[in-house]
């Protein structure tokens, strides 16, 4: 993969981050104080709220959802400074965490169609910004690095041989 290419990836992914952060954060925010969402007639995002479904362990869904998010700019930072040569295993933690957050996000969107009968679009576009983040972790692992021209190196230290070092004579 290009340079150029990489750096669009990555810029791609943290703006779909923040989208991502903006829609989970207000969802948390309505959920946690009471308040109604605002669907502007499209759907009924408080059906889907207040159902049973809206919390997992006593913890809205929104909130795990905020916390996703969190973690993958977090992983993102991580991945694209290299911070401390954890950039291969953040582009690991990248892709699993987007991978687990596509597949809840099918899930509660099949709770949303089959079960609840309502459609929240605030939820939906969370779902598909997680699936085009998974996209997009999927096609970094696949494509490799980025190419970076190598630079000759001067190394210090003393050049080796195979050779073993001459005995002395006494």
Do not use: H
């Amino acid at each position: 993969m290009s340079l150029q290419t990489r750096k669009a990836l990555d810029w791609a992914q943290l703006a779909l981050i923040l989208a991502g952060i903006g829609i989970s954060a207000y969802l948390s925010y309505v959920k946690l104080f009471g308040l109604e969402p605002y669907c502007a007639g499209a759907g009924d995002c408080e059906a889907v709220q207040t159902s049973p479904y809206a919390q997992l362990f006593g913890i809205p869904v929104a909130v795990l959802g905020l916390g996703s998010y969190l973690a993958l700019l977090a992983l993102w930072w991580v991945k694209r400074s290299d911070w401390k040569d954890l950039g291969y295993m953040a582009r690991m933690a990248f892709f699993f965490v987007s991978l687990v957050g596509v597949l809840f996000s099918t899930y509660l969107t099949y709770l949303e169609v089959f079960v609840i009968a309502a459609i929240c679009p605030w939820c939906v576009a969370s779902a598909v910004v997680m699936a085009i983040l998974f996209l997009l972790s999927l096609a970094e692992l696949l494509l490799g690095e980025p190419e970076v021209a190598q630079q000759p190196v001067a190394s210090k230290a003393p050049a080796r041989t195979n050779k073993a070092p001459a005995r002395r004579r006494k």
